[in-house]
């Protein structure tokens, strides 16, 4: 079961990637066969080929699941257990010469297929940062598309026009939305490398000055190990920080350091421990999260076609895309694993290594 859920080797990846694979693939022979019948009797065999391959590999690993599962009966009644065995079903009654597979429900059923690539979030860090990220989120607009695609057949389904100009306002209007808090987030990344740059210039100007060279470094290294914790850890970090500063100042006046020449060092340090836990207002981070999710259901029910499949894919790696990267900016001093732009220390982590090696 590790070698499916948790996929570790190469071997392992590429299974799991193929298995990826033939999930979106299904959702496109699906669609074909329901909006474009003459299409699919032409390449029928090679469909036939292909969903015979698909059911094959999909039954093999729901058996192996079932075989090596501990709790048999919780699995084959969980969530993804559920979807594993519906993944197989339609695909089986099929081959056994029925004609249930051609009701339209048994066909969308099939097209949920793709719900069992969220099973693959793990698979994410082996794909590579945003786009893994962003992988269980195209597979549900594929989803919720493919069903529109074949429902768009029926008589029943009511034709949506003129909506381009509506879609193209509202996308403007959405990217200016993501460029602000862009800019935003872009001016604090490069605000917080500039007041390290500046704590590190002024801590080897206070160094040669009294008996506080010790002291400057311990502070430093916590500083510098603050600012790389995790995020759980990060504001009671921050407080003890700023303790140990007010501490720090004791110390300098002291040692006759005080006045205008750390009047600037403590602003840059009380800046820093700020924006350390500082992110974009809630609301505003709300209200894009909503008028990306709703621009992007718009865009599932409004274009039509293979064209409205294409264009929802693209629209959702992209706009996602752009949301997790803005909001990854937005942690600049998250050091985490799946953290994908962060707050260069060079300067704070150059002084540390040599005051130490001195």
Known sequence: MAFLDEPATKMARLFSSLLLMLIYLTVFQVVIQERYPKVFLDLEFYFNFFEGFVLLIFTVEYLIRVFYSKNRIKYIFSFYGVIDALAVIPSILGFLGTDITDVLWLRVIKVFRIVRALK????????????????????T????KGVTVMLEAQEWWPEINNLNIVISVVGFALAVLLGTKLSVVNSRIYAIEDAVCRIAGALRDMQNQGNIK???????????????SSVKKKSELVREMREQTDILE???????????NTAGFHRDVAYLLHRTTAQTPPAYEMFLKHVTTAYTLVVIFAVPGLTGLLTCILL????????FLID?????????????????????EFYNRSVTEV
């Open 316 to 323: 959702v790696y992209v706009l996602g895309g752009m949301y």
């Open 328 to 348: 990854d900016m937005d942690n600049p001093l998250d050091y985490g694993a799946n953290s994908f732009i962060d707050v260069r220390l060079d300067a704070l």
């Open 214 to 228: 010790n002291d400057l470094l311990v502070w430093s290294t916590q500083l510098e190990s603050t600012l790389k």
């Open 250 to 260: 004791e110390k300098l006046e002291r040692s006759g350091i005080g006045g205008p």
């Open 120 to 139: 693959f979030v793990k698979l994410r860090n082996s794909i590579g940062g945003i786009s893994g990220r962003l992988l269980p989120y195209i597979a």
């Open 141 to 144: 607009a594929i989803a919720f």
